[in-house]
T-cell receptor
């Protein structure tokens, strides 16, 4: 059982480049989330989705875009990478709202923008 | 707005010592859930416990125990007889009951257990 799979695990981008962080889950979860983790700052919510075709902004959405065309996939798009986006990105999923069910996290993607 | 505060940035103990990690939360909701996650040096997030706002019973799981006190808005985590493998960053998190609830995390406490 794969759970939540994120690709790539590591990436170095140049300022202004674009990329997509991939996230897939095989648990048929409705809810999916993207968090970023900066040193000493905990995890902050970027975007979330409550089902295919439905997405909403979290606490720090600027500079990012998401889409949810299927239940399984929730890619995160960086259009014009900036050094401030250097971070570790975590994708997560849950069957219901996180208040009711456990959220499962991917292994993370470490992104460096130079 | 919901908020989670973990005032201890880093704690160092020697193996077999007991250690308590503090967590204080803020929320206007009467229904909410509290969580603890562990992040070992390998980087993944490991779920430890979920507690709802109506259940103030303390929880014990092996060497781990949790003390939930609504009167002080705290959800503290104690590791008894700590081991080197307990070295990790520990996050406390809150999910409110209203709307599309998402997890709000504290900044984390780094625990270093020395042999």
């Amino acid at each position: 059982n794969a759970g939540v799979t994120q690709t790539p695990k590591f990436r170095i981008l140049k300022i202004g480049q674009s990329m997509t962080l991939q996230c897939a889950q095989d648990m048929n979860h409705n809810y999916m989330y993207w968090y970023r983790q900066d040193p000493g700052m905990g995890l902050k919510l970027i975007y979330y989705s409550v089902g295919a075709g439905i997405t909403d902004k979290g606490e720090v959405p600027n500079g990012y875009n998401v889409s949810r065309s299927t239940t399984e996939d929730f890619p995160l798009r960086l259009e014009l990478a900036a050094p401030s986006q250097t971070s570790v990105y975590f994708c997560a999923s849950s069957f219901g709202r996180t208040m009711n069910t456990e959220a499962f996290f991917g292994q993370g993607t470490r992104l460096t923008v130079v | 707005a919901q908020k989670v505060t973990q005032a201890q940035t880093e704690i160092s103990v020697v193996e077999k010592e007991d250690v308590t990690l503090d967590c204080v939360y803020e929320t206007r909701d009467t229904t909410y859930y509290l969580f603890w996650y562990k992040q070992p040096p390998s980087g993944e997030l490991v779920f430890l416990i979920r507690r709802n706002s109506f259940d103030e019973q303390n929880e014990i799981s092996g060497r781990y125990s949790w003390n939930f006190q609504k009167s002080t808005s705290s959800f503290n985590f104690t590791i008894t007889a700590s081991q080197v493998v307990d070295s990790a960053v520990y996050f406390c998190a809150l999910s409110e009951g209203s709307g599309y609830s998402t997890l709000t995390f504290g900044k984390g406490t780094m625990l270093l257990v020395s042999p």
